[in-house]
């Protein structure tokens, strides 16, 4: 149980398009949402935090207008990369938790490796 | 910052147990502790999480202090596949908009030789 997909696994495209990326909870309802970033033999950085049907919660230093998150239903949330550039080039990864008691454990998806050109 | 503080690295014979540790001293009384792995190129995998109890599953064991200032993960009998990072975090809660992070440190990279 807890599986969380994660599409595309990999984009390059062209810098100035606009990338989106689906992350999905398939066997459970997940009333929180996370997007991560990892740069290489970097930590995870945590971007911003989503409940279903709210405004995400964005980290310091972190562009909304940058990076949309919607969270729209208790199994979907969109990572919208806007007018992407060669410096937004990462390793991608969001995680889910249901709710319920609060020391569920976050659930990761297996990452997309976006690089911009 | 991660409150936790964990070796860069180890290495572990195929077939013997892992033992990981984990110090975080100051941890708080309801904060719990928990363990993720990742093998390169992957999302991280949850293994398993503790308040104070040891705890058991599929995948390890956790063994946590008495005085919750340390823990240690088990596996039993470490493959070539237990080859990753492995994370511990402690959780932290945060009191505006009641949401919590997972602050992820440097971990320990667990070789698992033949």
């Known amino acids: 149980g807890a599986v969380v997909s994660q599409h595309p696994s990999w984009v390059i495209c062209k810098s100035g398009t606009s990338v989106k990326i689906e992350c999905r909870s398939l066997?459970?309802?997940?009333?929180?949402m996370f997007w991560y970033r990892q740069f290489p033999k970097q930590s995870l950085m945590l971007m911003a935090t989503?409940?279903?049907?709210?405004?995400?919660?964005?980290e310091q230093g972190v562009e909304k207008d940058k990076f949309l998150i919607n969270h729209a239903s208790l199994t979907l949330s969109t990572l919208t990369v806007t007018s992407a550039h060669p410096e937004d080039s990462s390793f991608y990864i969001c995680s889910a938790r249901s709710g319920g008691r609060g020391n569920q454990p976050q659930h990761f998806g297996d990452g997309t490796r976006l690089s911009i050109l | 910052d991660a409150k936790t503080t964990q070796p860069t690295s180890m290495d572990c014979a195929e077939g013997r147990a892992a033992n990981l540790p984990c110090n975080h001293s100051t941890i708080s009384g309801n904060e719990y502790v928990y363990w993720y792995r990742q093998i390169h190129s992957q999302g991280p995998q949850y293994i398993i999480h503790g308040l104070k109890n040891n705890e058991t599953n599929e995948m390890a064991s956790l063994i946590i202090t008495e005085d919750r200032k340390s823990s240690t993960l088990i596996l039993p009998h470490a493959t070539l596949r237990d080859t990753a990072v492995y994370y511990c975090i402690v959780r932290v809660h945060r009191s505006q908009g009641g949401s919590e992070k997972l602050v992820f440190g440097k971990g320990t990279k667990l070789t698992v030789n033949p």
């Open positions: 066997d459970f309802q997940a009333t929180t």
């Open positions: 989503s409940n279903e049907g709210s405004k995400a919660t964005y």
